[in-house]
């Protein structure tokens, strides 16, 4: 198996990075990008994250000085994949609370790679107008081994819940394990590799790339902090056997057969690269005198709109903090949105709902569904001694909130069989505690 341990990365988000494998020193051109001839007998091969024109400030490209260039490779040819949609109109409006238990993993003897493993849960808007976003569930208990894939259609933000993810891309390797997250942006391609049964949840969005929130009046430091994020260095292998590569392209695979590995980049650099980031590292900032702040505090990353403030789609998370408001209902507020909310758990519980809602699992609150804590958080945290406590310790939920009001798949439906019909239960008994003498 290759080596995914001591691996090195560098650090900062959005920065113009250069990397050389360390088998090649000075593979990279000093002072130009397209040299008549490149060092090593490499080819130069640009790849665009925006338009040419593109304002400064948003211009995303590498530059990749590799083996052979991308466009040595049979035609393609589609393959079906029944459970990754991008067709909303055949999925029914379903305005319900929804919560999944625990998505299940292939059956032991099936063989299932990360790409086979791709599960639309919901999502809105097409590809073909770059407008929108699709959430995925991958479930999967192979390595990809010699197959490479790459999204013709947006950036997907990887959320691992169970298994470590060893990924080669083209920028080289990186590791990703649970309570860590990915950004592999559009066109990138990358392979998977495992070792145990992988469960995990997809933002894919089509609009626009990922970036860090502003911070207002927080300052210049804090949230997800801009040096916590990892690149990885550049690393090839020269491998001249077949390998597949399948692209995602209009929400449709399809595949085609290089004659070499596609993880032939000696060196490259450029501001448009995968990263990797811990969640461990966020700075957390909440209320410290009284009430519930807005969850958009947690934000790590957010894909915006053209509208200013409302993202396609926010990744928030619920990391482990203190809670120390006074004369305070701690926990969530009962809500209702003109955004949809999807939560997912990577490990631990929820504190607005610490039974049903498990790791593994998801629910969805769509736009101006209600929802908030349960009966039982409910009950507790309005009769709660409020002293400081640790909240959420060794737990770790988090949520893709969209402006876009999302349909859910068949799969997400029927299909997966963990949707909970009994999910409405859990306000059911909340009780009318109304009373004129108590003002
Ligand atoms: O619905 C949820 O659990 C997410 C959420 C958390 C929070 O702290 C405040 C509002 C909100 O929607
Ligand atoms: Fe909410």
Same mark, same amino acid.
């Given at each position: 198996m290759m080596s995914f341990t001591n691996l090195q990365y560098l650090k900062g988000f959005g920065n113009e990075f250069q990397t050389e494998d360390h088998r090649c020193p000075n593979a990279l051109p000093e002072g130009q990008n397209n040299p008549q001839k490149c060092a090593y007998g490499l080819y130069a091969e640009q790849l665009s994250?925006?338009?040419?024109?593109?304002p400064r400030h948003e211009n995303k490209r590498s530059w990749l000085y590799r083996i052979r260039p991308s466009v040595i490779h049979k035609p393609f040819k589609p393959v079906p994949n029944n459970f990754l949609i991008n067709n909303w109109h055949d999925c029914l409006p379903n305005p319900n609370q929804m919560r999944w238990k625990p998505f299940k993993l292939p059956d032991a003897q099936k063989r299932v790679d990360f790409v086979e493993g791709l599960h639309t849960i919901c999502g809105a808007g097409d590809p073909k107008s770059r407008s929108g976003l699709a959430i995925h569930i991958y479930l999967c208990n192979i390595s990809m081994g010699k197959k490479a894939f790459y999204n013709s259609d947006g950036d997907f933000l990887i959320v691992p819940q169970q298994g470590a993810l060893n990924i080669k891309t083209e920028f080289g390797k990186i590791r990703v394990e649970p309570n860590e997250i990915c950004v592999i942006q559009q066109g990138i391609k990358f392979s998977v590799d495992i070792e145990e049964a992988s469960r995990g949840y997809i933002l894919e969005v089509f609009d626009n790339h990922f970036k860090l929130p502003n911070l207002g009046p927080i300052g210049a430091n804090g949230l997800a902090n801009p040096r916590d994020f990892l690149t990885p260095v550049a690393w090839y292998e020269e491998f001249d056997e077949p390998h597949v590569i399948i692209s995602k392209f209009q929400g449709h695979l399809f595949e085609t057969v290089q004659p070499h590995s596609p993880f032939d980049v000696v060196a490259w650099h450029g501001n448009y690269a995968p990263y990797k980031y811990n969640l461990k590292n966020f700075m957390v900032i909440n209320a410290v005198e009284f009430d519930h702040a807005d969850p958009?505090?947690?934000?790590?990353?957010t894909c915006p709109s053209n509208k200013e403030g409302t993202a396609i789609a926010d990744f928030v998370i619920f990391p482990p903090r203190w809670a120390v408001q *006074?004369?305070?209902?701690?926990?969530p507020y009962y809500h209702r949105n003109c955004m949809s909310e999807f939560m997912g758990l990577i490990f631990g519980n929820y504190e607005a709902k610490e039974e049903g809602f498990l790791p593994g699992g998801a629910s969805l609150h769509s736009m101006m569904t209600p929802h908030g804590p349960d009966k039982q958080c409910f009950e507790g945290a309005s009769n709660a001694d409020l002293k400081p406590v640790r909240v959420a310790d060794g737990t770790m939920a988090f949520m893709f909130e969209s402006s876009l009001s999302l349909a859910v798949s068949k799969w997400g439906e *029927?299909?997966?069989?963990?949707?909970?019909? *009994? %999910? %409405? /239960?859990?306000? *059911?008994?909340? /009780?009318k505690y109304f009373n004129l003498n108590e003002a």
């Open positions: 994250g925006t338009a040419f024109t593109a958009s505090i947690f934000t790590v990353l *006074e004369h305070t209902f701690r926990p *029927e299909i997966c069989q963990t949707l909970d019909a *009994e %999910y %409405y /239960k859990c306000w *059911e008994s909340l /009780k």
